[in-house]
């Protein structure tokens, strides 16, 4: 199968003017040619982009995505009343066939906004794994220990987990410890042993509160959670940090040492209440930034332009600087930064690429004067305005319609069906 | 012309539900029925609301709409560059022609995003006026002094520009005193005088940096900008002030007492770095609390929708709880509590208002589990999801047509050629 994009706005984040004229052509699942001349060619499928912008797809390397069943619930509330009251009850009644369609409809929404990759982060791997690879969705999944899993044999329980997540070129596993304050000690140990015998990389939630902060730095001898970590020798291979928001100077000199990357998920932090990440100085520290959705539960929508824009604005205004993290350094995040954090190649339009692709319709009145369209993209766009999203060479939305062999009203009925009953 | 809105969820925030089920009739330019039971009648024109959502527009109460033709103009620049040696220049060049084009493109944006009202800020009403009328848009046009104006006969100018805006059931006026750093003293106090003789009310920027707080405490004898302007008599009529981030106890206790308005702007806000404003304070104060745009130039697109999420996340981080200004409280502010600053008849879908309406698509991923609406539109919609907007009775835009009398093309066309001469 060759696919020719023609007549295309090519991103390009490592040219000087972010953006040039030009077509490509995807063989099967990769880039094959990248060229502002038309290659002369059998092709099986011609799309005139019609100037639109072609970019990679976004990277989303935070979520939690059958959380999409519990959308909208208790927002506005303590953040105690909101998770144990609400989130945590409904969630305890969540079957695994709703999980399926939770992740479903996740991929609905990841597909229109022009996700096409993401780090997943949930109970069940068997139902999450089943949807995405019926979607044809890429994703690393994670798998490990929680509070609820203190007492099973951990060993057994990681090695069980490790192999419901079979690696094909769409799929890959990362460890995820949840976070420092739903495992024991014991069980992060555990952890580190069993990734580093079988190869594995590793996630958590890191400093998203002050409250784990502080609370760690009371248990742990005045330990921050990144020194905790660090002497339990978690960051001794590639990891993955989400949040990162309460971080000091010595916390951000662990990450840059040890080259963890982070999934900073700023509209959850900001609707949560638990604070600003130091972006700027995560940057000056040259720290691998990605960016992470959080899943809907907590943000409420699965987008990253609203990411984008919030971590640039976010990062200004945190430290009373308009000059500092740029639309460009923000597109990167959510691109190529993602890819190298999750390990796939992926986030860049170049010959060799996998074909990760969308288009982004730019002939409406927030893309006017077609200028300056990498500011355009983060400061103006919305991911309603991308109508292809194409996933490893499979074009799996366009201008509306999803190709990912369910019916989106099938799926829309189920979590209706489903959200009933859970908060009955 | 009698118009029947059928099966639609309709927007009721004085409801403890929020959204009910019912059916809404317009003749001419006003809201005539709104009820569960369709009424019979001979309608010119029944549209089947299909289930979506049906909501008053939005008022955005701060924009400076011309500055569209400066969308990303020198992004990610410290103030003063971005500022003194961009916008400014820039504007330099524009010509009454290229403000008329420039308020045309923002009304396109204004329309597609379900925005029916705006408090107008900008020079050259008379390019404004004639832009305005001929979409048949519904606006308060701000006209008055800058540093710009100092030297010329303050209240002949006042005259001459107040008789530009003839106001009609869709134009009124407001003097827009532009702010306390770009004014002096006589200029002030000449605008208080001329509105209080001929009835007008009165705007100004307030208290948006700490520069300009901290200016006006050394220049005026420690008193911050609202306890300068209190002193001048510049509250004691109807009045709206844009920003308000830099202001303590006794500062809102000011607006306070003078049932001053507030429009806040949180994307320009954080974006120029400004501060976030506290909106829960002036919230517990019973400030009228509205949101504006504040203008592409620093925004840089014309979305309530991403003003809501904003007002209501940055209030929770700003003080670190989760559970203050609500879905419900942003909508009122983005509706009602806008129509009420700037003194129209709109912004609530009740008999006698004025017809100016959305529709929102909810048939969206987005959107689903269909529960908890009210915090769908707030946290996870887009602007996007409109796809009509009904002005004073007359339908201006529909699944991305426009009908304001100019074709969509020669607007784009006109803003590119002008933007590429201003930046030559």
Redesign the interface.
């Known amino acids: 199968m060759k696919i020719l994009f023609k007549n295309a706005k090519i991103l390009d984040l490592d040219s000087k003017e972010g953006i040039f004229k030009g077509n490509v052509v995807v063989e099967d699942d990769t880039i094959i040619n990248v060229s502002q001349q038309i290659k002369e060619d059998n092709y099986d499928k011609v799309i005139d982009v019609n100037g639109n912008i072609l970019m990679p797809g976004f990277v989303d390397t935070h979520c939690h995505s059958p959380m999409?069943?519990l959308?909208?619930?208790k927002?506005?509330?303590?953040?105690d009343?909101?998770l144990f009251n609400n989130v945590i009850p409904c969630e305890n009644k969540l079957t695994s066939e709703d999980i399926y369609w939770g992740e479903k409809?996740a991929v609905?929404?990841y597909l229109?906004a022009g996700i096409t990759c993401i780090e997943e982060g949930y109970f069940d791997n068997e139902a999450i794994y089943r949807a995405l690879k019926e979607c044809n969705f890429r994703a690393r999944i994670g798998f490990g220990p929680t509070t609820r899993d203190v007492g099973v044999d951990n060993l057994t329980y990681l090695k069980n987990e490790s192999e419901i997540i079979k690696e094909t070129d769409l799929i890959k596993k990362v460890c995820f410890v949840h976070s420092i304050y739903t495992t024991n000690e014991e069980q992060i140990s555990q952890c580190v042993d069993f990734t580093a015998k079988n190869n594995i990389p590793r996630s958590i939630h890191l400093s998203e509160t002050?409250k784990e902060v502080g609370d760690c730095t009371v248990k742990n001898n005045q330990k921050t959670p990144p020194m905790y970590l660090e002497d339990l020798g978690f960051f001794d291979r590639q990891t993955l940090c989400y949040h990162c928001v309460h971080m000091d100077k010595d916390d951000l000199q662990i990450l840059s040492d040890y080259n963890v990357s982070v999934s900073t998920c700023p509209?959850s932090?900001?609707?949560?209440?638990?604070?600003?990440a130091p972006i700027y100085a995560m940057q000056n520290k040259g720290i691998n930034i990605t960016i992470g959705t959080d899943g809907?539960a907590s943000?409420?929508?699965?987008?990253m332009f609203?990411e984008m824009?919030l971590v640039?604005?976010?990062s200004?205004?945190n430290?009373?600087?308009?000059?500092?993290?740029?639309?460009r350094d923000v597109l990167k995040m959510a691109t190529i930064n993602g890819a190298k954090a999750l390990g796939f190649n992926v986030g860049e339009i170049k010959v060799g690429k996998k074909a990760d692709i969308i288009l982004v319709d730019i002939?409406?009145?927030?893309y006017?004067?077609?200028?300056?369209l990498l500011?355009?993209l983060v400061?103006?766009g919305?991911?309603?305005?991308v109508y292809l999203t194409m996933v490893n060479g499979k074009i799996l939305y366009e201008n509306g319609e999803f190709f990912i062999g369910e019916d989106?009203e099938t799926?829309?009925k189920k979590?209706?069906e489903?959200?009933?009953r859970i908060?009955k």
Do not use: M
């Open positions: 999409t069943i959308r909208g619930i927002d506005d509330a303590p953040l009343e909101w409809l609905l929404e229109s002050l509209s932090n900001i609707k949560l209440a638990s604070g600003i809907v943000n409420n929508s699965l987008d609203k824009f640039a604005t976010l200004k205004v430290i009373y600087d308009a000059s500092v993290v740029s639309a002939n409406k009145p927030h006017y004067p077609q200028t300056n500011s355009h400061y103006a919305k991911s309603s305005d989106k799926i829309y979590v209706n489903i959200r009933e908060t």
